[in-house]
């Protein structure tokens, strides 16, 4: 029997398993992929940990990482030697904040699945969402990990009350997208829901039209 997603979590030392508890959510919207040839994105490699969880999970997938340094970079170069030979792994390093640099990973869309677990600050989330939320198939995820983080805002929203503000109104608001892009995610999004782990809101997942 396929080993499930919290056990994968855990053989490769994700914070997504334990410690956050992520993976039965996950396994909630992911299961019936599972066996699919489908395409993930995953900003925010890290050490690899999730992207070999993710390669392992989803057999068929091709997945797709971008972050500002290769996993080498933290300290995983066994992990970096083996993603970066790896057949259905493909990365980008650039910068999250651009919408230049992340537009490098639109070559590989449409993508099934969209996750954001990048630097946590709410600009990047929100230029992120404005650059790849276009590029998600109908029925597609996008994802946004780990909102409990404190992270500068300077002049922008917060990216929880940016989508709380957006399930209470219908409206996105966001100093980081021009109305265009602003219009296009509200006007797509066919569900939406923030997750709690103990109270506090963690993750949301938004199902698109």
């Known amino acids: 029997m396929p080993a499930s997603l919290n ?9 997504k398993g334990p410690k956050h508890r992520y993976t039965p959510i996950y396994t909630k919207y992911f299961s019936a992929s599972k066996d ?6 995953e900003i925010g490699v890290n050490s690899g940990a999730s992207i070999k969880m993710w390669l392992e999970y989803f057999p068929a997938a091709h997945i ?9 970079h933290y300290g995983s170069k066994k992990n970096w030697r083996f993603l970066n030979s790896h057949g259905r792994f493909t990365f980008y390093q650039g910068d999250q904040s651009s919408t230049e640099s992340i537009s490098q990973v639109l070559k590989h869309a449409p993508f099934d699945y969209v996750i954001d677990d990048g630097s946590h600050i709410s600009e990047h989330h929100q230029i992120c969402l ?5 590029g998600l198939k ?10 409990q983080a404190k992270r ?16 209470a109104t219908g409206i996105i608001k966001s100093r980081a997208m021009s109305d265009k892009q602003a219009q296009y995610v509200e006007s797509n999004i066919s569900s939406c829901r923030i997750y709690k782990d103990r109270g506090t809101e963690k993750i949301c997942f938004m199902v698109k039209k």
Do not use: Q, R, W
């Open 7 to 15: 056990k994968l979590a855990k053989k490769h030392g994700t914070d």
């Open 36 to 41: 699919k040839h489908i395409t993930l994105l």
């Open 64 to 72: 797709v990482g971008f972050d500002l340094n290769n996993p080498s």
């Open 130 to 134: 404005a650059c790849l939320f276009p």
């Open 138 to 147: 109908p029925g597609g995820i996008y994802i946004i990990e780990d909102l």
């Open 152 to 167: 500068p805002l300077g002049d922008h929203i917060h990216t929880t009350e940016m989508i709380k503000t957006f399930l």
